[in-house]
């Protein structure tokens, strides 16, 4: 089946740690993006891809870092210099080629710190 | 700024109400507006609405798009335990096709 996996689904930071969250679809999706959702805030914008070997911040791009080698993987890096990284995050793609798509989305890696 | 509201922040009915959610949106170089529903893990989504004033339906969801007084509203009738979710409403940005997501309306059914 056609879809976004992230991985893993929970995950645990210690201090001074960088994690990275593992996120692959197999759509054929060109356009890849991580959110940041925090209870009453709705999503955030993180980093998004339009294309390879490209990506631009989002809203909220401080302590986070991300790759894009490859179409279908959009891997994100909490750093250490981000100070509060408990949340949900949400990874999300979509056909660019077709402005009448929506983004479809992962299941979520809920990060806590230890 | 470009924001996107939502209310109520939650609600809780019984099966079988029906109830109106609201979104509404300031937003530069407006393009569409979106409603996703989420239980716990990943959004799903309902409906894109571009045109003022076409009603979107699917089964006993419907919504509709004002761009004059810049707002959108999502019915559902006849709920059920299973619609019970979070439902965000995002507004979508020409060129970029940046989301810009409200917080969300936490519904809850009773049986």
């Known amino acids: 089946d056609g879809g976004i996996t992230q991985s893993p689904k929970y995950l645990f930071r210690k201090e001074g740690q960088n994690v990275t969250l593992s996120c692959e679809q197999n759509?054929?999706?060109?356009?890849m993006y991580w959110y940041r959702q925090d209870p009453g805030q709705g999503l955030r914008l993180i980093y998004y891809?339009?294309?390879?070997?490209?990506?631009q911040k989002g809203d909220i791009a401080e302590g986070y870092s991300v790759s894009r080698e490859k179409k279908e993987s959009f891997p994100l890096t909490v750093t250490s210099a981000q100070k509060n990284p408990t949340a949900f995050y949400l990874c999300?793609?979509?056909?660019?080629?077709?402005?009448?798509?929506?983004?479809?989305f992962g299941d979520g890696t809920r990060l806590s710190i230890l | 700024e470009d924001k996107v509201v939502q209310s109520p922040l939650s609600l809780v009915v019984h099966e079988g109400d029906t109830v109106t959610l609201n979104c509404s949106y300031e937003?530069?170089?407006?393009?569409?507006l979106l409603w996703y529903k989420q239980e716990k893990k990943a959004p799903t989504f309902l409906f894109m609405l571009?045109?003022?004033?076409i009603e979107k339906k699917s089964g006993r969801l419907s919504s509709i798009l004002d761009k004059k007084e810049l707002f959108s509203i999502l019915n559902i009738t006849a709920t059920q335990t299973g619609d019970s979710a979070v439902y965000l409403c995002?507004?979508?940005?020409?060129?970029?096709?940046?989301?810009?997501f409200g917080t969300g309306t936490r519904l809850k059914v009773l049986a």
């Open positions: 937003v530069t170089n407006f393009r569409s």
């Open positions: 759509l054929n999706h060109d356009a």
């Open positions: 995002a507004a979508v940005t020409s060129g970029t096709y940046k989301y810009i």
């Open positions: 999300a793609s979509r056909n660019t080629g077709n402005s009448n798509q929506p983004q479809h």
């Open positions: 891809s339009q294309i390879v070997n490209d990506f």
């Open positions: 571009t045109s003022s004033g």
